[in-house]
């Protein structure tokens, strides 16, 4: 069930000459028969757009700031795949220093299979710009989680003693290093990547600096046309482009428009980061360096597409934006993985939540997928969202799960969870839109898997949940919290569109199930939920009653609530709360879940500060993995995936915390 890759090297190579000495601010280039020292850090901060890095390179200090605009109010902006970074330079002695710039990227931006050949182009004018692809192509085929299809762009202002050149690493990056400048010629022996290694340099010569320059401006990004294979009736295929060529018409105009922006783009960014920080620090500033480190994972996961009409244009009321399961698998818009992410959406855009859930309604309101309950996922290898027509049956699973992995291509049952998942996060961006689209449309769907829950959620049959990686289990208190909070969702989604006997049935079933579920579940003693029913020794994180509380379903007495709390209290190790007894490790997503329903403030900040202090222990230079050891804060499997924006449970928009001290 796991798919652990390992994690490609994109070569980005950064030099400042100051003064004829030569300093290496970014990446870590290897350059024969030349000589540099490195820059030394001063300082760094994070924001949920930026990072920013000071960093002194002898008389000199260059603040290089990283910018990856999030602006979910404009999809456009959203869906443009470009980043900024932008660098300026200062005299740290009240002296004037002569100060030139370099950066390159590699043709390691490409592929996954660095045998494979590449070529390029550099296009000249008002914008400088280096485009590099493969020369054989895969369309929607990666090579270790890396895209085989389309172009990375790297880009800057033509301004004033702006110099270009690609070719061979070494030989480019001395001919800065020895003249403080490029040669504006283009290599042309297009080959292997990992043949002469070739890069795709700038340099810009700052002339003398005193005071603090204004920033020289990069872009950097991947494009490609089109991004998205999506299954539609019939078993047949649409394309799906990137949602900015709505806008624009070339890479050119869009690459061009995104550099002149970056003032304003920067002033766009201030604001956003300022209010995260401010509506998290009202919780707790542990949480709000949290929250400022998920924001960008989270939306780096998603793409925002659009369909074609006949005629050739776009059809702008059809948007769908697909989010792709990074490390654990490359699955398409997986249930599981939207459902903890979830709260980024609710707080930043719930209409982006909606255009997540939309492929996988649409797909299954078809009729292609055959099973009863909600799909895992919408492909198993993104960027094809080609379903599962051949739906893994249920009585299939255990053999499944003997085999340790679920074939490749097949769906993923994970029945009681994904049909749960569905119904929480349709009822929630209903209450928070005030849209009834979903739930009007996709009625029978979700009274489909409303039965489906009724039958067996309460007692819930062997199977995995989204904590796949713990193995599965029968019985599942969590499990079943789901199941049951999903058939109230029901009776109010069924009450928002005036179907009263309905609403009123499921609402009888699902307060009957809490009064059984409460005998199942509770230990003999009383004192916390099991991790299974009928297993007092056993207990785990009840993170699904976190949905009871965004949905203000109030299903579960504030008892339970209660018991979980004081548990919680007296079972955190260094790093936080295990997930359940099976292993000491824990899952930081669901850390901060739980957070949003405990009844005590201080075991909240508790939980929080505990994801803090993992993420902050230096233990791995990774991107941030959810998944991490309790015990001593070390790394399990996972990375950079986007159920860091379930770090936002806290902030989502609703009052989920009922914490009192």
């Not at 920080?277 to 597409?305: C, H, M, P, W």
Request: charged content about 15%; proline content about 3%.
């Amino acid at each position: 069930m796991l798919s652990r890759r390992e994690w490609q090297i994109l070569g980005w190579a950064g030099y400042a000459k100051v003064d004829g000495v030569v300093y290496n601010w970014l990446g870590d280039p290897a350059v024969p028969g030349t000589t540099f020292t490195k820059a030394t850090q001063k300082s760094l901060k994070f924001t949920s757009t930026q990072s920013i890095f000071v960093l002194t390179a002898g008389p000199i200090d260059l603040t290089v700031t990283f910018l990856s605009p999030v602006e979910p109010s404009d999809l456009v902006n959203q869906s443009l795949p470009l980043s900024y970074y932008a660098v300026s330079a200062a005299s740290n002695d009240g002296k004037a220093h002569s100060v030139q710039l370099y950066t390159d990227i590699s043709a390691e931006w490409v592929t996954g299979d660095n045998s494979l050949t590449a070529n390029w182009t550099t296009t000249t004018g008002s914008v400088l710009t280096h485009q590099i692809q493969l020369v054989s192509q895969t369309q929607f085929g990666e090579v270790g989680d890396h895209i085989q299809q389309g172009s990375a762009y790297h880009s800057t202002l033509n301004t004033a003693g702006a110099t270009w050149q690609t070719g061979q690493d070494t030989i480019v990056r001395a001919q800065f290093i020895n003249n403080g400048k490029l040669t504006n010629t283009q290599d042309t022996a297009f080959r292997a990547v990992s043949d002469r290694w070739p890069v795709f340099a700038f340099a810009h010569d700052l002339g003398s600096v005193n005071g603090a320059t204004a920033p020289v401006i990069f872009s950097v990004g991947h494009i490609r046309d089109p991004a998205i294979q999506y299954i539609v009736a019939n078993n047949g295929r649409q394309n799906r482009s990137l949602f900015f060529w709505t806008r624009f018409s070339t890479v050119a105009n869009a690459i061009s428009t995104f550099l002149n922006d970056y003032a304003n783009a920067l002033a766009r960014a201030n604001a956003f980061d300022s209010k995260v920080n401010a509506d998290a620090t009202k919780v707790l500033a542990d949480y709000a360096s949290i929250v400022a480190l998920s924001i960008r994972q989270g939306f780096g996961a998603t793409e925002i597409t659009v369909s074609r009409t006949n005629s050739g244009g776009f059809n702008t009321s059809d948007v769908l934006t697909f989010m792709k399961e990074i490390s654990s698998d490359g699955n398409v818009n997986t249930v599981d993985v939207i459902f903890p992410a979830w709260p980024l959406f609710l707080y930043t855009n719930p209409t982006i939540g909606k255009q997540l859930l939309l492929p996988l309604f649409e797909y299954q309101a078809t009729g292609q997928y055959p099973n009863k309950w909600s799909v895992h996922d919408m492909g198993a290898s993104y960027p094809k969202a080609i379903g599962h027509n051949d739906g893994e049956q249920f009585f299939n699973l255990i053999v499944l799960l003997e085999c340790s992995r679920v074939v490749e291509g097949n769906d993923e049952p994970m029945p009681v969870e994904e049909s749960g998942n569905m119904l929480i996060m349709t009822l929630s961006y209903t209450q928070k839109s005030n849209d009834l689209s979903l739930i009007r449309n996709y009625f029978n769907l979700l009274d489909q898997w409303t039965q489906f829950l009724i039958t067996d959620s309460l007692i819930p049959a062997n199977q995995i949940s989204t904590d796949d990686f713990a193995g599965s289990l029968a019985n599942q208190t969590n499990l079943a919290i789901k199941g049951i909070v999903g058939i109230k969702a029901m009776a109010e989604i069924a009450s928002l569109v005036g179907d009263t006997a309905r609403s009123s049935n499921y609402s009888s079933i699902a307060a009957s199930y809490v009064t059984q579920w409460q005998k199942f579940a509770t230990a003999s003693d009383g004192t916390h939920l099991t991790l299974s029913y009928g297993n007092s020794s056993s207990w785990g994180l009840s993170y699904n009653l976190y949905a009871d509380k965004l949905l203000k379903t109030n299903l579960f007495p504030t008892s339970v609530y209660t018991i979980q709390t004081n548990w919680y209290s007296s079972h955190a190790n260094a790093f936080g709360v295990p997930l359940d007894t099976r292993h000491t490790y824990t899952k930081s997503d669901w850390e901060i879940w739980t957070a949003g329903l405990v009844t005590s403030t201080t075991v909240r900040d508790l939980l929080v500060s505990s994801v803090r202090k993992y993420a902050a222990d230096g233990k791995s230079s990774q991107p941030l993995g959810d998944w991490y050891e309790t015990l001593d804060g070390s790394v399990e499997g996972f990375r950079a995936r986007p159920v860091v924006g379930g770090h936002l449970a806290l902030v989502a928009g609703i009052a989920v915390n009922t914490a009192a001290q």
